[in-house]
């Protein structure tokens, strides 16, 4: 917060916390009225936000100049970021905005792999599908069905080169196609939030997310978590694969389950967990064992 001196000792001013006596002879200057006071503070606040080049950014329209630049413009997973017409970084959170200040813009963004980052491979990297438009420039979408119309229906199992979060470096696609679709709906749901009773868009919960994921693959099942797993082929750990649904049991039977994911390869599945979180992707373990596992 900023504060103005406006020349006029208060109470606090004197190091004793106590009022000048009137015995001081010296002449006082006239204490500047309120209204006085608010005026010349307000005028000061003026000159330091238009010195700080934050008036007239526009509604919903924010400054950067107080974080680090963006690797490049669109989304970053939070906002938008583009620049103004004096090649300064801002951002904002409301894409038609975004759209207004950069002559309109799609539902992809462009990206130049850094020198540090090993480049990109086409597909989900953890956060988005990446691909090539027909100059051979990168862009990346968080619509998987922008992704498919964009490469064609091609492969989506590429992952992020070097990131300790890739996903798919050893899980190759599901061999069925419909079931690699599945898992790929999934995944472009990451990031958000668990509601009870949720099929989507806005939430889901965890077998809402599995019978929404597998009917994008022609797959139907049904919507409970124990009716999911009557619906599949039981599978033994040494037999999963990725798109395989793992199941949880409170009292270890069948009637009991009351959780589902959709396993992802590398030991980890995608999950939308409990109230309170959001879908994420969770790696199996001891503590946390599947009690069933079944191949839709």
């Known amino acids: 917060m900023t504060t103005v001196n406006t020349g006029a000792p208060g109470a606090a001013d004197d190091p004793t916390g106590q009022h000048a006596t009137t015995t001081d002879a010296r002449p006082r200057a006239a204490r500047p009225s ?17 010195g700080a080049g ?3 950014l526009g509604t919903g329209v924010s400054s950067a100049a107080a974080e680090p630049a963006p690797a490049h413009a669109g989304w970053d997973g939070s906002r938008y970021w583009f620049k103004n017409s004096q090649g300064q970084w801002r ?5 038609d905005i975004y759209k207004a200040r950069t002559g309109g813009g799609s539902s992809t963004s462009s990206a130049k792999p850094s020198s540090s980052s090993g480049g990109i491979k086409q597909g989900w990297d953890g956060s988005r599908y990446w691909f090539r438009n027909s100059k051979g420039e990168w862009r990346w979408t968080t619509h ?8 064609g229906g091609g492969s989506s199992s590429g992952s992020s080169s070097g990131s300790s ?21 999934a995944l472009a749901q ?6 009870t009773a949720g099929n989507g868009p806005d939430g889901y919960d965890c077998s809402g997310l599995v019978q929404q994921a597998f009917r994008r693959g022609g797959i139907d099942l049904p919507r409970v978590a124990n009716d999911q797993y009557a619906a ?15 199941f949880w049991s409170p009292d270890g039977t069948a009637r009991g389950i009351e959780h589902v994911a959709i396993y992802l390869g590398n030991n980890q599945y995608v999950e939308a967990a409990r109230p309170g979180t ?10 946390y064992y599947p009690d069933f596992m079944g191949r839709p």
């Open 190 to 195: 990451l990031g958000k939030p668990f509601r």
């Open 278 to 287: 959001n879908i994420r992707i969770s790696a199996i373990s001891s503590g």
């Open 54 to 56: 934050v008036i007239g």
């Open 144 to 151: 998987y069905d922008v992704y498919l119309d964009r490469t």
């Open 34 to 50: 309120r209204a006085a006071r608010v005026r010349r503070g307000i005028a000061a606040v003026a000159v330091i936000a238009a």
């Open 91 to 95: 951002w904002t959170t409301h894409y």
């Open 232 to 246: 599949t082929t039981p599978v033994r750990a040494s037999q999963l694969r990725r798109g395989d649904l793992l």
């Open 165 to 185: 979060s890739a996903l798919t470096d050893s899980a190759a696609p599901a061999a069925d196609g419909d079931v690699e679709t599945a898992v790929q709906f």
